[in-house]
Nanobody
Protein backbone atom coordinates (compact mmCIF):
# COMPACT_ATOMS: atom_id res chain seq x y z
CA UNK A 1 0.00 0.00 0.00
CA UNK A 2 1.51 3.29 -1.09
CA UNK A 3 1.19 6.20 1.30
CA UNK A 4 1.42 9.78 0.11
CA UNK A 5 2.02 12.63 2.54
CA UNK A 6 1.44 16.20 1.41
CA UNK A 7 2.81 19.30 3.07
CA UNK A 8 3.36 22.97 2.37
CA UNK A 9 -0.16 24.32 2.44
CA UNK A 10 -1.20 27.32 4.45
CA UNK A 11 -2.59 30.84 4.39
CA UNK A 12 -1.13 33.23 1.84
CA UNK A 13 -2.11 36.66 0.56
CA UNK A 14 -3.21 37.18 -3.04
CA UNK A 15 -0.15 37.41 -5.26
CA UNK A 16 1.89 35.23 -2.94
CA UNK A 17 3.54 31.88 -3.51
CA UNK A 18 3.54 28.43 -1.96
CA UNK A 19 5.34 25.20 -2.72
CA UNK A 20 3.54 21.97 -1.99
CA UNK A 21 5.35 18.68 -1.48
CA UNK A 22 4.15 15.09 -1.63
CA UNK A 23 6.39 12.28 -0.45
CA UNK A 24 5.69 8.67 -1.30
CA UNK A 25 6.41 5.74 1.00
CA UNK A 26 7.36 3.30 -1.74
CA UNK A 27 9.86 3.21 -4.57
CA UNK A 28 7.06 2.59 -7.06
CA UNK A 29 7.00 6.39 -7.16
CA UNK A 30 9.90 6.31 -9.61
CA UNK A 31 7.86 4.33 -12.14
CA UNK A 32 4.58 6.16 -11.64
CA UNK A 33 2.78 9.07 -13.18
CA UNK A 34 1.94 11.70 -10.58
CA UNK A 35 -0.60 14.48 -10.37
CA UNK A 36 -1.97 17.26 -8.23
CA UNK A 37 -5.71 17.77 -7.91
CA UNK A 38 -7.64 20.32 -5.91
CA UNK A 39 -11.11 20.80 -4.51
CA UNK A 40 -12.38 24.27 -3.76
CA UNK A 41 -15.32 25.07 -1.48
CA UNK A 42 -18.49 23.76 -3.09
CA UNK A 43 -16.62 22.50 -6.13
CA UNK A 44 -15.76 19.11 -7.53
CA UNK A 45 -12.21 17.85 -7.43
CA UNK A 46 -10.28 18.97 -10.49
CA UNK A 47 -6.95 18.20 -12.07
CA UNK A 48 -4.31 20.86 -11.55
CA UNK A 49 -1.24 19.32 -13.15
CA UNK A 50 0.29 15.96 -13.94
CA UNK A 51 3.76 14.68 -14.70
CA UNK A 52 4.88 11.49 -16.37
CA UNK A 53 7.46 9.12 -14.93
CA UNK A 54 9.88 10.70 -17.38
CA UNK A 55 9.20 14.20 -16.09
CA UNK A 56 6.94 15.58 -18.82
CA UNK A 57 4.39 17.99 -17.32
CA UNK A 58 0.87 18.85 -18.34
CA UNK A 59 -1.33 21.57 -16.83
CA UNK A 60 -4.93 22.62 -16.64
CA UNK A 61 -5.26 25.37 -19.24
CA UNK A 62 -6.35 27.97 -16.69
CA UNK A 63 -3.24 27.45 -14.57
CA UNK A 64 -0.50 27.49 -17.17
CA UNK A 65 2.18 30.01 -16.36
CA UNK A 66 1.44 30.24 -12.64
CA UNK A 67 1.91 26.66 -11.44
CA UNK A 68 4.88 24.36 -11.99
CA UNK A 69 4.88 20.64 -11.26
CA UNK A 70 8.14 18.77 -10.75
CA UNK A 71 9.47 15.60 -9.20
CA UNK A 72 12.60 14.35 -7.47
CA UNK A 73 12.76 10.60 -7.90
CA UNK A 74 15.70 10.23 -5.53
CA UNK A 75 13.58 11.76 -2.76
CA UNK A 76 10.33 10.11 -3.96
CA UNK A 77 8.81 13.56 -3.79
CA UNK A 78 6.45 15.50 -6.00
CA UNK A 79 6.27 19.29 -5.92
CA UNK A 80 3.87 22.00 -6.98
CA UNK A 81 5.21 25.53 -7.11
CA UNK A 82 2.31 27.98 -7.09
CA UNK A 83 2.93 31.65 -7.90
CA UNK A 84 0.69 34.70 -8.13
CA UNK A 85 -1.96 32.94 -6.09
CA UNK A 86 -5.54 34.11 -6.32
CA UNK A 87 -8.49 33.66 -3.95
CA UNK A 88 -10.01 31.17 -6.40
CA UNK A 89 -6.99 28.92 -5.85
CA UNK A 90 -8.26 28.25 -2.34
CA UNK A 91 -8.97 24.61 -1.65
CA UNK A 92 -7.61 21.29 -0.55
CA UNK A 93 -4.77 20.07 -2.74
CA UNK A 94 -4.33 16.34 -3.21
CA UNK A 95 -1.44 14.33 -4.52
CA UNK A 96 -2.19 11.31 -6.72
CA UNK A 97 0.01 8.43 -7.79
CA UNK A 98 -0.90 6.19 -10.71
CA UNK A 99 1.16 3.02 -10.57
CA UNK A 100 2.34 1.17 -13.70
CA UNK A 101 -0.43 -1.37 -12.96
CA UNK A 102 -3.00 1.43 -13.06
CA UNK A 103 -3.75 1.62 -9.35
CA UNK A 104 -4.55 5.06 -7.98
CA UNK A 105 -3.40 6.29 -4.59
CA UNK A 106 -4.27 9.59 -2.91
CA UNK A 107 -2.77 11.65 -0.18
CA UNK A 108 -4.80 13.11 2.65
CA UNK A 109 -4.71 16.62 1.20
CA UNK A 110 -3.26 19.92 2.28
CA UNK A 111 -5.26 23.11 2.71
CA UNK A 112 -4.36 26.19 0.71
CA UNK A 113 -6.13 29.42 1.60
CA UNK A 114 -5.56 32.59 -0.41
CA UNK A 115 -6.95 35.58 1.41
CA UNK A 116 -6.03 39.07 2.49
Amino acid sequence: QVQLVESGGGLVQPGGSLRLSCTASESVFVFSAMAWHRQGPGNERELVAQITRGGNPNYADSLKGRFTISRDNAKKTLYLQMNNLMPEDTGVYYCQLQSPAGHLYWGQGTQVTVSS
